[in-house]
């Protein structure tokens, strides 16, 4: 198992306005060229993070959200 | 020239007799196989000495679309077997391959094949397979232990304690030939494997891929020159790779539901290369195909007496020509060990090393393989857009171009060996055990080339006795770039293996140091 800092904690402020520039990236985009936008931006930040066992251990987390981690 | 049943035929041989008609014979070694694996192994063995007889069922080289790609290390390697010279100048070198994406003149990634400069070999040559069993059967033929036996077929084997049995019909009678030890080179629908009864698991990928191996006087540069979803294939991709004689492969990517019949008529094949070439393009066709790949491997490569090489014990996808070059390096693992154990100078455990390296080796390739097969054709609309949105940042953003992925290019593997003695001191730079030597200018030479094929102690002033029939190889102070690879100090030593992998290194070593990994080495 890798290891990674993967911090879950609350960290946004305006937590509303970030989620509003995340629907607006797929404004008006068909769902392919939204899941590639998404795409672009997953990678960016990836690389961004320079990080890689807290990416790996984000993508365990993305696979089974907490909430149904027992489930 | 065709042949009877519909091949292209570059070399025919006359079919070999039967030597003892009705009878039995006796042999060291038999190879099950007269491809370029099953010709290498011949040739590594036979210049050790033994006799070796090579049973192929075909009696002709065939002039097919192959392999084309062979690696530095396949080159290294060559040099060993003393053919490297040769297919240098049949062959044509490249080491950079750019990758383009849609309709853009400028590549979207560029990759070097050998970023590290000064070695004796270059990243790639290209030449058609054909030539390079050519000059195999030709340096078989110096070898008066070596016999090739053409259109020799193997019916039946009957694996026993200290041998194999192999009952072989020619087109002059049968015979039974007793073999001490078998390879099996005989690719990937294996004779021996299915005689056998062995396992070949893994996964075929759904894709369907034409092969154009067309002649034209065209100019380009040396490169491998890859397209995603390029104007004259929408959707797929295509590769453009040039051989000798004025021969160009190009590879388009067809998709899963096609009709793999009709994908090689000419006039479906025509489109495509007008589409990629432009429509007044003259050329001339050299052979068509389509394939489609698998990831498939043996569980285990030595069973008793018989042992498994190449495509016969291990397939891949063609991306980052694993495939040819997987075999010959697994030539290379088992060529010094067979001789070894066949001279007493090692037990039979140490084959068990083979298992494992070439094991290893051939799942590193089907990794590298099965990730560039998922960027190719990716399996799912998520996927697709992840590949689409890799390609989109790879335009502008540096950092997204090391994923492209169009194929891994095959280097040497570097594997955790039980043959390996670790490091006891601190090392940060060099070349680790379990790795193969990195090359340098040595001398008037290179640094590979002064290894041979025996056990070697490359020394910088070590002062230590080396145990009988080791030989040692001394870096010059003048020798930097060597020193600088191998990191090493005054006094420093490396046991290297005959395969050119490192077995141990030390910063300072005693002799029962240098006696005991070399004891490691041969599995004693």
């Given at each position: 198992?890798?290891?990674?800092?993967?911090?879950?904690?609350?960290?946004?402020?305006g937590?509303?306005?970030?989620?509003?520039?995340?629907?607006?990236?797929?404004?008006?985009?068909?769902?392919?060229?939204?899941?590639?936008?998404?795409?672009?931006?997953?990678?960016?930040?990836?690389?961004?993070?320079?990080?890689?066992?807290?990416?790996?251990?984000a993508?365990?987390?993305?696979?089974?959200?907490?909430?149904?981690?027992?489930? | 020239?065709?042949?009877?049943?519909?091949?292209?035929?570059?070399r025919?041989?006359?079919?070999?007799?039967?030597p003892?008609?009705?009878g039995?014979?006796h042999?060291t070694?038999?190879?099950?196989?007269?491809?370029?694996?099953?010709?290498?192994?011949a040739?590594?063995?036979?210049?050790?000495?033994?006799?070796?007889?090579?049973?192929s069922?075909?009696d002709?080289?065939?002039?097919?679309?192959?392999?084309?790609?062979?690696?530095?290390?396949?080159?290294?390697?060559f040099d060993r077997?003393?053919?490297?010279?040769?297919?240098?100048?049949?062959?044509?070198?490249?080491?950079?391959?750019?990758?383009?994406?849609?309709?853009?003149?400028?590549?979207v990634?560029?990759?070097?094949?050998?970023?590290?400069k000064?070695?004796?070999r270059?990243?790639?040559?290209?030449?058609?397979?054909?030539?390079?069993?050519?000059?195999?059967?030709?340096?078989?033929?110096?070898?008066?232990?070596?016999?090739?036996?053409?259109?020799?077929?193997?019916e039946?084997?009957?694996?026993?304690?200290?041998?194999?049995?192999?009952?072989?019909t020619?087109?002059?009678?049968?015979?039974?030939?007793?073999?001490?030890?078998v390879?099996?080179?005989?690719?990937?629908?294996?004779?021996?494997?299915?005689?056998?009864?062995?396992?070949?698991?893994?996964r075929?990928?759904?894709?369907?891929?034409?092969?154009?191996?067309?002649?034209?006087?065209?100019?380009?540069?040396m490169?491998r020159?890859?397209?995603?979803?390029?104007?004259?294939?929408?959707g797929?991709?295509?590769?453009?790779?040039?051989?000798?004689?004025?021969?160009?492969?190009?590879?388009?990517?067809l998709?899963?539901?096609?009709?793999?019949?009709?994908?090689?008529?000419?006039?479906?094949?025509?489109?495509?290369?007008?589409?990629?070439?432009?429509?007044?393009?003259?050329?001339?066709r050299?052979?068509?195909?389509?394939?489609?790949f698998?990831?498939r491997?043996?569980?285990?490569?030595?069973?008793?007496?018989?042992i498994?090489?190449g495509?016969?014990?291990?397939?891949?996808s063609?991306?980052?020509?694993?495939?040819?070059n997987?075999?010959?390096?697994?030539?290379?693992?088992?060529?010094?060990?067979?001789?070894?154990?066949i001279?007493?100078v090692?037990?039979?455990?140490?084959?068990?090393?083979?298992?494992?390296?070439?094991?290893?080796a051939?799942?590193?390739?089907?990794?590298?393989?099965?990730?560039?097969?998922?960027?190719?054709?990716?399996?799912?609309?998520?996927?697709?857009?992840?590949?689409?949105?890799?390609?989109?940042?790879?335009?502008d953003?540096?950092?997204?171009?090391?994923?492209?992925?169009?194929?891994r290019?095959?280097?040497?593997?570097?594997?955790?060996?039980?043959?390996?003695t670790?490091?006891?001191?601190?090392?940060?730079?060099?070349?680790?055990?379990?790795?193969?030597?990195?090359?340098?200018?040595?001398?008037?030479g290179?640094?590979?080339?002064?290894?041979?094929?025996?056990?070697?102690?490359?020394?910088?002033?070590?002062?230590?006795?080396?145990?009988?029939?080791?030989?040692v190889?001394e870096?010059?102070?003048?020798?930097?770039?060597?020193?600088?690879?191998?990191?090493?100090?005054e006094?420093?030593a490396?046991?290297?293996?005959?395969d050119q992998?490192?077995?141990?290194?030390?910063?300072?070593?005693?002799?029962?140091?240098?006696e005991?990994?070399?004891?490691?080495?041969?599995?004693?």
């Amino acid at each position: 198992m890798t290891s990674g800092n993967l911090d879950l904690a609350p960290n946004l402020t305006g937590a509303d306005d970030v989620y509003e520039a995340l629907v607006d990236l797929t404004d008006g985009l068909d769902e392919t060229a939204s899941l590639r936008a998404q795409a672009r931006l997953i990678l960016i930040l990836i690389n961004h993070l320079n990080d890689r066992e807290t990416v790996l251990q984000a993508i365990r987390v993305a696979r089974r959200p907490a909430s149904d981690r027992h489930g | 020239m065709i042949n009877a049943r519909g091949f292209k035929v570059f070399r025919q041989f006359e079919p070999s007799p039967v030597p003892f008609p009705d009878g039995r014979e006796h042999t060291t070694v038999a190879i099950v196989g007269a491809g370029p694996v099953g010709l290498a192994m011949a040739l590594d063995l036979g210049r050790r000495g033994h006799p070796v007889v090579v049973l192929s069922r075909l009696d002709f080289v065939a002039q097919a679309s192959k392999a084309i790609c062979f690696s530095k290390r396949t080159l290294d390697i060559f040099d060993r077997l003393g053919i490297g010279d040769a297919i240098m100048a049949k062959g044509l070198t490249w080491e950079v391959g750019k990758i383009f994406w849609r309709d853009a003149s400028d590549p979207v990634y560029r990759y070097d094949t050998r970023p590290l400069k000064d070695q004796k070999r270059p990243g790639f040559v290209n030449i058609q397979q054909y030539y390079i069993e050519e000059f195999l059967v030709e340096a078989l033929a110096e070898l008066p232990n070596v016999e090739l036996r053409w259109g020799h077929k193997v019916e039946a084997v009957t694996p026993m304690n200290d041998g194999v049995d192999l009952h072989v019909t020619a087109a002059s009678g049968t015979y039974d030939l007793r073999a001490e030890w078998v390879i099996a080179c005989d690719g990937s629908r294996s004779t021996m494997r299915r005689e056998l009864g062995l396992d070949f698991d893994g996964r075929v990928f759904q894709d369907n891929f034409l092969i154009a191996d067309i002649r034209m006087k065209h100019e380009m540069p040396m490169e491998r020159w890859f397209w995603f979803d390029p104007p004259f294939n929408p959707g797929q991709s295509a590769l453009m790779h040039k051989q000798p004689d004025d021969v160009w492969r190009l590879d388009f990517q067809l998709g899963w539901n096609v009709d793999r019949d009709a994908a090689i008529l000419p006039e479906n094949v025509e489109p495509y290369v007008r589409a990629m070439l432009g429509d007044d393009v003259e050329f001339e066709r050299e052979w068509y195909s389509v394939y489609t790949f698998q990831c498939r491997r043996m569980d285990r490569f030595v069973h008793g007496r018989t042992i498994f090489a190449g495509d016969a014990a291990h397939l891949v996808s063609p991306f980052g020509a694993r495939g040819c070059n997987g075999g010959f390096a697994d030539v290379d693992n088992l060529g010094w060990k067979l001789d070894c154990v066949i001279r007493g100078v090692a037990g039979e455990a140490l084959l068990e090393s083979y298992n494992v390296e070439a094991t290893a080796a051939a799942e590193e390739n089907h990794i590298h393989s099965t990730r560039s097969s998922d960027f190719l054709t990716p399996k799912s609309t998520a996927s697709r857009a992840l590949r689409d949105a890799v390609l989109e940042l790879a335009r502008d953003h540096e950092f997204a171009r090391p994923m492209v992925n169009s194929g891994r290019p095959s280097t040497a593997i570097v594997f955790d060996s039980p043959l390996s003695t670790p490091d006891a001191e601190e090392w940060t730079d060099g070349v680790r055990p379990g790795s193969v030597v990195v090359d340098a200018p040595l001398g008037d030479g290179w640094l590979l080339e002064s290894i041979g094929e025996e056990f070697t102690l490359l020394s910088r002033g070590w002062r230590g006795k080396a145990p009988v029939g080791l030989r040692v190889v001394e870096v010059d102070d003048r020798d930097r770039l060597a020193i600088e690879r191998l990191g090493l100090e005054e006094g420093a030593a490396y046991l290297v293996r005959p395969d050119q992998y490192v077995a141990a290194r030390w910063k300072s070593a005693c002799d029962a140091d240098v006696e005991a990994a070399l004891h490691r080495a041969l599995a004693a």
